[in-house]
C-alpha cells in the first residue's frame, strides 16, 4: 500500500541568484542579505534567521551556503505595519572622512 505523502514546506531556502527573486517573498538578493547578515545598516543585528554551511573536503568550496529560516522571513514580513517592508539602507561613509 503506497502512502501519500504530502510535501513539507522548505524549513530553509537559499539567496537567490544576483538576477533572480526570491520566489517565496519576491525581494531581491541585496534586500534579503540586509535582513539575515549583521552589517552597519542593521546595527548588527540581523531581524531574520540565518545560517552559514560550510562543505569540508571540497576544495572548490571557498565560502559556505548562506541558507534562511524561511519561517522567520515570513514572520518578520508580516511583522510591519501595513504589510510594507522596511529595506534597510546601505550606510555609506561621508565624503570627508577616510577609511583605513
Given at each position: 500500500?503506497?502512502?501519500?505523502?504530502?510535501?513539507?514546506?522548505?524549513?530553509?531556502?537559499?539567496?537567490p541568484r544576483a538576477d533572480q527573486r526570491d520566489p517565496h517573498t519576491g525581494l531581491s538578493r541585496s534586500t534579503l542579505d540586509r535582513l539575515v547578515r549583521a552589517q552597519p545598516c542593521n546595527?548588527?543585528?540581523p531581524p531574520v534567521e540565518s545560517r552559514v554551511v560550510n562543505v569540508r573536503g571540497n576544495p572548490a568550496t571557498k565560502r559556505g551556503?548562506?541558507?534562511?529560516?524561511?519561517?522567520?522571513?515570513l514572520d518578520?514580513?508580516?511583522s510591519r505595519p501595513g504589510g510594507q517592508v522596511i529595506v534597510l539602507e546601505e550606510q555609506s561613509q561621508p565624503e570627508n572622512e577616510v577609511v583605513k
Amino acid at each position: 500500500m503506497q502512502q501519500n505523502k504530502v510535501p513539507r514546506p522548505a524549513e530553509y531556502i537559499r539567496l537567490p541568484r544576483a538576477d533572480q527573486r526570491d520566489p517565496h517573498t519576491g525581494l531581491s538578493r541585496s534586500t534579503l542579505d540586509r535582513l539575515v547578515r549583521a552589517q552597519p545598516c542593521n546595527d548588527f543585528k540581523p531581524p531574520v534567521e540565518s545560517r552559514v554551511v560550510n562543505v569540508r573536503g571540497n576544495p572548490a568550496t571557498k565560502r559556505g551556503i548562506r541558507l534562511i529560516r524561511l519561517q522567520s522571513l515570513l514572520d518578520y514580513l508580516n511583522s510591519r505595519p501595513g504589510g510594507q517592508v522596511i529595506v534597510l539602507e546601505e550606510q555609506s561613509q561621508p565624503e570627508n572622512e577616510v577609511v583605513k
